[in-house]
């Protein structure tokens, strides 16, 4: 199977298409159905179309992936397919993907007390919130601890660990916490002001790790070394300046945001969540780290970032695309498809580090818009080079200009 997607970037829409089905993969177009859509909001017209194209080249734990990415910026799958290459098996690990609920009490005239009296009742609210997820628990999951904390102006929360499984969980996580507050209320003599689920996602929390040889960052290898060093520079950098760690991380989210999307979950819960996290220690910083081991001429990336993403239910289940995407993936549950979001997050801020500390990033941009050009145009297998090569020599890549190079190689020809 792997040969067949060889050089895929270097195929044509209809050939990489025929490779899919005669794989089974695609047999034929998916699209949302305007009746699903229609059921899924209010006032639904139409569907918004973002293209989705698969990297190539991911080892994660010892096993290959396509990935599916939803995406319409141009550089980003060519980027993640380019970096998983260079930096080859990404090992993750993931302790637990746990969602937080919270009840906002408000009004709370003692709140120590308030706490002493929910510490004193807890088994109490863990009954009830096992009452209430009874399915979660059939499945394997459901409430694992309950905590409080007061706050300024009579505000006491009850936090509360969902083990969720492969399912986002909110629709149970919001049913706990409204079950839950009417006993928090009576025994606290408050009122509830706020049941929800919390997107600071703290328990579900991938870390991802590679090492790799800096001779595959150049075949010179001081300049290889020199890569590597520059790019343990732009991570320390990051990590100081948030203006910079923003960017930094929106080169992340580049690969993390595609998957997410293809894979129909929340992107908006998932950013939240990220987000939140870089900032955890009251500066916004980079969400990973790139250190060049100097004595074993390793480049060392790692990347932690929280990842409360499904595989089951929601728009998950009935949007096709996002089963086929889960498919090419190989059905991966829902901790899996954490780790590899997260591999794909180190690996597009891997590529665009390196873009960054040697060419800089418009280079590549140029090139990948030449060949899509080129592909658009007919150039030929025998011509691409020249083409290419005349291409980019002009400051600006365009379409006119690139039919006219053609036309002007197949004149003289
Ligand atoms: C562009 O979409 C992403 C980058 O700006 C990320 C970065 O600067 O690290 C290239």
């Known amino acids: 199977m792997k040969e067949k997607f060889n050089k895929f970037y270097k195929k044509t829409l209809e050939e990489r298409r025929q490779i899919l089905k005669e794989?089974?993969?695609?047999?034929?177009?998916?699209?949302?159905?305007?009746?699903?859509?229609?059921?899924?909001?209010?006032?639904?017209?139409?569907?918004?179309?973002?293209?989705?194209?698969?990297?190539?080249?991911?080892?994660?734990?010892?096993?290959?992936?396509?990935?599916p990415m939803a995406i319409e910026e141009p550089s980003v799958v060519a980027a993640a397919s380019n970096g998983a290459k260079t930096l080859g098996n990404i090992e993750t690990s993931m302790d637990r993907k746990y969602l937080i609920g919270q009840v906002v009490l408000e009004n709370v005239e003692d709140p120590d007390a308030a706490i002493k009296i929910l510490e004193e009742n807890k088994n109490s609210l863990m009954d009830l919130a096992e009452e209430h997820s009874q399915s979660m628990i059939k499945r394997g999951g459901g409430p694992k601890e309950i905590t409080f904390k007061k706050f300024d102006q009579g505000f006491v929360c009850i936090y509360i660990s969902v083990d969720t499984c492969d399912s986002m969980g909110a629709n149970?996580?919001?049913?706990?916490?409204?079950?839950?507050?009417?006993?928090?209320?009576?025994?606290?003599?408050?009122?509830?002001?706020?049941?929800?689920?919390?997107?600071?996602?703290?328990?579900?929390?991938?870390?991802?790790?590679?090492?790799?040889?800096?001779?595959?960052?150049?075949?010179?290898?001081?300049?290889?070394?020199?890569?590597?060093?520059?790019?343990?520079?732009?991570?320390?950098?990051?990590?100081?300046?948030?203006?910079?760690?923003?960017?930094?991380?929106?080169?992340?989210?580049?690969?993390?945001?595609?998957?997410?999307?293809?894979?129909?979950?929340?992107?908006?819960?998932?950013?939240?969540?990220?987000?939140?996290?870089?900032?955890?220690?009251?500066?916004?910083?980079?969400?990973?780290?790139?250190?060049?081991?100097?004595?074993?001429?390793?480049?060392?990336?790692?990347?932690?970032i929280p990842?409360?993403?499904?595989?089951?239910?929601?728009?998950?289940?009935?949007?096709?695309?996002?089963?086929?995407?889960?498919?090419?993936?190989?059905?991966?549950?829902?901790?899996?498809?954490?780790?590899?979001?997260?591999?794909?997050?180190?690996?597009?801020?891997?590529?665009?580090?390196?873009?960054?500390?040697?060419?800089?990033?418009?280079?590549?941009?140029?090139?990948?818009?030449a060949k899509t050009l080129a592909k658009q145009i007919g150039v030929k297998e025998e011509e691409m080079d020249e083409f290419m090569r005349s291409l980019l020599k002009a400051d600006k890549v365009n379409l006119s200009l690139a039919k006219g190079i053609l036309a002007k190689m197949r004149e003289e020809d």
């Open 172 to 304: 149970t996580i919001n049913t706990i916490l409204e079950a839950l507050a009417p006993l928090a209320e009576d025994l606290t003599n408050s009122s509830a002001l706020l049941r929800i689920l919390s997107n600071h996602a703290i328990e579900s929390v991938v870390v991802a790790e590679t090492k790799t040889p800096v001779q595959n960052l150049d075949k010179d290898i001081e300049k290889a070394r020199q890569v590597a060093r520059r790019i343990e520079a732009a991570t320390k950098y990051a990590n100081i300046d948030p203006y910079r760690a923003v960017t930094h991380n929106k080169g992340v989210m580049n690969g993390v945001d595609a998957v997410v999307l293809a894979t129909g979950n929340d992107f908006r819960a998932v950013e939240a969540g990220v987000h939140a996290y870089t900032v955890r220690d009251g500066q916004y910083r980079s969400l990973t780290s790139w250190t060049f081991d100097e004595e074993n001429d390793l480049l060392l990336g790692r990347i932690e």
């Open 307 to 369: 990842m409360a993403v499904a595989t089951l239910g929601g728009t998950i289940s009935i949007n096709p695309i996002a089963k086929w995407s889960l498919q090419v993936l190989s059905n991966p549950d829902a901790k899996e498809l954490a780790k590899i979001i997260a591999s794909v997050g180190l690996v597009q801020n891997f590529s665009a580090l390196r873009a960054l500390v040697t060419d800089g990033i418009q280079k590549g941009h140029m090139s990948l818009h």
């Open 23 to 67: 794989l089974n993969m695609l047999n034929e177009k998916i699209s949302l159905d305007e009746e699903i859509g229609d059921t899924m909001i209010e006032n639904y017209v139409l569907n918004m179309e973002i293209p989705l194209g698969l990297a190539m080249n991911f080892s994660i734990n010892g096993k290959e992936y396509i990935i």
